[in-house]
C-alpha cells in the first residue's frame, strides 16, 4: 500500500505571543479594551440602524454573519442591561478587560466552571467574590428573561 499525500499544508506559526492560559499573554492586546458579545451586539445594531437612517447600508455577508452569531450567542439583549452587566463588571480592576469581557459573555453559573474557561482568573479573585460577581451577572440575566 502506498501512503496517502496530506490533504491540507502545513499551519504557520502564529506571530505573536498570545496565549490565554493561567498568564494571560495577548501581546499588543494587553491591557486593551474589549467587548462582551452583548456590546459588540448593540454596538453593532446601533451603528446599522444610523446608517440606515441616512440610506448608507452595506450589509455585507461577513457582517450580516456576524449580526447573526451575535443574535444567538449574546447572553444579554438589551441596551440597559448590557450596561448595567458592564457596570457591575467594571467594579473589579483587579480582573484584565479580556477577562471580564469573558465573564460577561459566558456567563458562568460557578468558580469553578469561570476558572476552568477563563484560567487567568485563578490566582486574582477569591471564589467567594468571583461567585458574588456570577450571582450578580446572572441575577440580571434571569431579570431580564422574565420581561
Known amino acids: 500500500m502506498s501512503a496517502l499525500a496530506p490533504t ?20 499588543e492586546f494587553q491591557n486593551v479594551p ?6 459588540a451586539r448593540v454596538l453593532i445594531n ?3 440602524e444610523h446608517r440606515r437612517a441616512q440610506m448608507k447600508v452595506d450589509e455585507t455577508e461577513v457582517l450580516m ?7 444567538v450567542f449574546a447572553r444579554f439583549k438589551g441596551k440597559q442591561t448590557v450596561e448595567a452587566v458592564e ?19 459566558l456567563c458562568c453559573e460557578s468558580p469553578e ?3 476552568t ?14 461567585q458574588e460577581l456570577l450571582d450578580e451577572i446572572m441575577k ?4 431580564e428573561w422574565g420581561k
Open 46 to 48: 446601533a451603528v446599522m
Open 65 to 71: 454573519k456576524t449580526q447573526d452569531y451575535l443574535d
Open 87 to 105: 457596570r457591575v463588571l467594571a467594579t473589579h480592576q483587579e480582573l484584565e478587560y479580556f477577562e471580564r469581557s469573558q465573564l460577561g459573555s
Open 113 to 115: 466552571e469561570a476558572k
Open 140 to 143: 440580571m440575566r434571569l431579570e
Open 8 to 27: 491540507s499544508r502545513k499551519r504557520e506559526k502564529p506571530s505573536g505571543d498570545e496565549e490565554a492560559t493561567s498568564e494571560l499573554k495577548l501581546g
Open 34 to 39: 474589549s467587548l462582551t458579545l452583548s456590546e
Open 117 to 130: 474557561l477563563i484560567p487567568s482568573l485563578a490566582n486574582k479573585i477569591s471564589d467567594g467574590d468571583l
